[in-house]
C-alpha cells in the first residue's frame, strides 16, 4: 500500500466516523488507523476508541480492536473477545464474521460492518 | 388510524369498567398468572419508549381482514424487542381494569397504535385489550403473523410524511419521533441489521431502543451480515 492510499484510506474513515490518524509504525508496515471517537450502539460504551490495522488490504478485511474500556450495560465486554498487545497498547478484540471480497473493498464499509457487532446486547 | 374500519370485535367485558392506575395495575399483574414476565413498568410520565413484546409467539396462521389476533405477551421497558416479526408503536394513554367474568384483566389504552403497514402489508391496527399473557389485537391485511412486538412512545405520531433515503434509494415514510426497530420495519429492512444514519458523511449506528426524530433528508444506511463466531 503506498502513501496515497493510506492517505485515502485515513481521510475516508475521518469523514465516515470522526477524526482518524494514521498511527503505522512505519511506512513499510501494515497501515495502522486510530479512530479516536467511534459511536457504538448502545447499549455499549460510546464513543470509544477503535484501532484498524490493514494486513493484505484489499485482499483480506481489516483487522478490528476496540478499546479495552467498551462494555455493555452488565459491565461486560464483548462476548468472545481477547485483549491483544498492539502498538504497545492492550486493545480487545473480538470474533466476528462476515462476508469479505476484495472487489469493491469499501474501508468504510469495513468499519460499518464491524460495528454491526455491537448491535448484539452481549 | 381508522380504528372502527380495522378491529374484527371489540373485546368482551363483563361487569364495570374503571381507570387504573399505573402502579395499581402492576400490583395486580404481581399477584397474577404470568407476573413473572414482567421486566419492567409502564412509565407514568410519557416520554420513553415502551416495549411490549411476545418474541416467542407463534399463532402461525395467516390472518384474514378484520380477525383478531391474541399472542402471548410480555412486558418489557426500554427493552430491545428481539427480532420482532411485527413491531407496533403507539401512544399511551392510560389503563384500565375489566372484569371479564373469568377475571380481572387489565388493560392498556392506546390511541394511534399502528402497524408499519408499507413494510408489512398491513393496512391498520387497533390495540384494544391485553392482560399478563394475552394482547389482543385486530389487524387488516394478510399476513402470517408470528410474533407481535408493541412500543409506545410518549409522544403521537405527526401524519407529516419524511422523504428520507435509504442507501440509494429514496423512501417516504411517517415523520416524527420513531423508535429505530420500528423505523426498521417502516424501511423495509431486515430487523437484524445495522441502521446507520449518515450525516455529512458520518455514519452513526443506531440501537433498537433508539428513538429519532424521523424527518425529510435524513438518509440511512442497513448493514448486516455478519455474525458472532
Same mark, same amino acid.
Given at each position: ?5 493510506? /492517505?485515502?484510506?485515513?481521510a ?6 470522526g ?23 448502545g447499549?455499549?460504551?460510546?464513543p ?9 488490504w484489499p485482499?483480506?478485511?481489516?483487522e478490528?480492536?476496540?478499546?479495552r ?25 473480538f470474533?466476528?464474521?462476515?462476508p469479505?471480497? /476484495?472487489?469493491g ?17 452481549t | 388510524?381508522?380504528?372502527?374500519? @380495522? ?10 369498567s374503571?381507570?387504573?392506575g399505573?402502579d ?6 404481581r399477584r397474577?398468572?404470568?407476573?413473572? $414476565?414482567?421486566g ?7 416520554g $420513553? ?8 409467539a +407463534?399463532?402461525?396462521?395467516?390472518k384474514r381482514?378484520?380477525?383478531?389476533v ?5 412486558? $418489557? ?6 427480532d420482532p ?12 381494569e ?8 387489565a ?14 402489508g ?17 389487524? @387488516? ?7 407481535v412486538?408493541m412500543e @409506545?412512545t410518549?409522544q ?11 442507501g ?6 411517517p415523520a416524527?419521533?420513531?423508535v429505530v ?6 424501511? !423495509?429492512v431486515?430487523?437484524?441489521v ?9 455514519? @452513526?449506528?443506531?440501537a433498537?431502543?433508539?428513538?429519532? +426524530?424521523?424527518?425529510? !433528508? ?12
Amino acid at each position: 500500500m503506498n502513501a496515497d492510499e493510506r /492517505e485515502t484510506i485515513v481521510a475516508a474513515l475521518a469523514v465516515a466516523f470522526g477524526p482518524a490518524e494514521d498511527v503505522s509504525p512505519a511506512p513499510d508496515q501494515p497501515l495502522h488507523v486510530l479512530v479516536h471517537a467511534a459511536e457504538l450502539p448502545g447499549p455499549w460504551t460510546s464513543p470509544a476508541r477503535a484501532l484498524l490495522r490493514f494486513t493484505d488490504w484489499p485482499k483480506t478485511r481489516p483487522e478490528f480492536f476496540i478499546d479495552r474500556s467498551v462494555v455493555n450495560a452488565a459491565g461486560d465486554p464483548p462476548r468472545s473477545s481477547s485483549e491483544q498487545a498492539i502498538l504497545g497498547g492492550s486493545w480487545r478484540q473480538f470474533s466476528f464474521g462476515f462476508p469479505w471480497a /476484495e472487489d469493491g473493498a469499501d474501508p468504510v464499509r469495513a468499519v460499518q460492518l464491524w460495528l454491526t457487532r455491537f448491535s448484539e446486547p452481549t | 388510524m381508522h380504528h372502527a374500519e @380495522t378491529v374484527g370485535r371489540a373485546p368482551k367485558c363483563v361487569g364495570s369498567s374503571r381507570p387504573l392506575g399505573v402502579d395499581r395495575w402492576l400490583r395486580g399483574r404481581r399477584r397474577g398468572v404470568g407476573s413473572e $414476565r414482567v421486566g419492567g413498568r409502564i412509565p407514568e410520565a410519557a416520554g $420513553r419508549p415502551l416495549f411490549l413484546s411476545c418474541p416467542q409467539a +407463534d399463532v402461525g396462521a395467516h390472518k384474514r381482514v378484520r380477525e383478531a389476533v391474541q399472542v402471548p405477551l410480555a412486558l $418489557r421497558e426500554a427493552a430491545v424487542v428481539e427480532d420482532p416479526v411485527l413491531v407496533l408503536q403507539g401512544v399511551y394513554r392510560g389503563a384500565e381494569e375489566v372484569e371479564t367474568g373469568r377475571g380481572l384483566v387489565a388493560g392498556v389504552e392506546l390511541e394511534e397504535a399502528r402497524l408499519p403497514s408499507r413494510a408489512l402489508g398491513v393496512a391498520g391496527v387497533r390495540l384494544f385489550a391485553y392482560n399478563a399473557n394475552t394482547l389482543r389485537l385486530g389487524v @387488516t391485511g394478510s399476513r402470517k403473523i408470528r410474533g407481535v412486538g408493541m412500543e @409506545t412512545t410518549g409522544q403521537a405520531k405527526g401524519k407529516a410524511e419524511a422523504h428520507v433515503k435509504l442507501g440509494d434509494d429514496e423512501r417516504i415514510i411517517p415523520a416524527g419521533d420513531t423508535v429505530v426497530s420500528f423505523l426498521k420495519a417502516e424501511l !423495509g429492512v431486515d430487523p437484524a441489521v445495522t441502521l446507520f444514519l449518515m450525516v455529512g458523511g458520518k455514519r @452513526t449506528p443506531l440501537a433498537n431502543d433508539q428513538v429519532i +426524530d424521523v424527518r425529510s !433528508g435524513m438518509h440511512f444506511e442497513a448493514i448486516g451480515g455478519g455474525g458472532v463466531s
